[in-house]
Each structure stands twice: as structure tokens, then as C-alpha cells.
């Protein structure tokens, strides 16, 4: 009914950057929120940055100046911009969105992407 596709994952070194995209697609009435979580090995699940419809944002302490989040709202895509990676930022990221849906009796629910690695080292 709802899918998340990301992209743009992969091994840096540190100090360079990544690009990471992802577009819902299915039966979607509205795209309420979308943004992205990540998890390091053996820690929890943690929210990384957050975009609403209307263009507010939120981001983790962590990576605020250097993570750049944006939404396209016509192709229902959220964009994660990351510069000057750090090896503290190694994780699977997960593209997250409140949607509504046909089905949903008018509340947004939670969809959530596959997940992609990225990898911080030398």
C-alpha cells in the first residue's frame, strides 16, 4: 500500500559527504511528516531529523550544522544532506513518514524504509 525507497548509502571517509533520498509512493492521501532515524551498533533507535509539510524541521543536537534535511513535496521525497561526516555518525539510517492513507480513518500512520548503511572510516 506504502513503500519508502531510499538511496544514497555507502562508505565515506571522514569529513566528506553523502546525500541520502528517499520517495513514498502507494495509496497517499497526505504526507504529513517525514524524516529519518538512525541506529548505531548497539544502541537504540534514535531520531536524526524531521520535516513537515509546511517546512518546519527539526534535528538532533548531534548533528545540527551539518546535516541538512529537505522535502519535495510534489515527488513526496525527503532528502538527508550530510557534511563533514563523523565516525560517530556510522549507522543503518531509516527513512520514517506519518501518512495518511485511505485507510487510516483520517489519522496519519507510520511507514517505515528498509534502512541504509552508512559507513565512516578510513
Known amino acids: 500500500q506504502v513503500q519508502l525507497v531510499e538511496s544514497g548509502g555507502g562508505l565515506v571517509q571522514p569529513g566528506e559527504s553523502l546525500r541520502l533520498s528517499c520517495a513514498a509512493s502507494?495509496?497517499?492521501?497526505?504526507?504529513?511528516?517525514m524524516g529519518w532515524y538512525r541506529q548505531a551498533p548497539g544502541k537504540e533507535r534514535e531520531l536524526v531529523a524531521a520535516?513537515?509539510?509546511?517546512?518546519?524541521?527539526i534535528y538532533a543536537d548531534s548533528v545540527k550544522g551539518r546535516f541538512t534535511i529537505s522535502r519535495d513535496n510534489f515527488k513526496k521525497t525527503v532528502y538527508l544532506q550530510m557534511e563533514n561526516l563523523k565516525p560517530e555518525d556510522l549507522a543503518v539510517y531509516y527513512c520514517?513518514?506519518?501518512?495518511?492513507?485511505?485507510?487510516?480513518?483520517?489519522?496519519?500512520?507510520?511507514?517505515w524504509g528498509q534502512g541504509t548503511q552508512v559507513t565512516v572510516s578510513l
Open positions: 520535516a513537515t509539510s509546511s517546512g518546519d524541521t
Open positions: 520514517h513518514a506519518d501518512i495518511v492513507t485511505p485507510y487510516g480513518l483520517g489519522s496519519p500512520e507510520e511507514y
Open positions: 502507494g495509496s497517499i492521501i497526505s504526507v504529513v511528516k
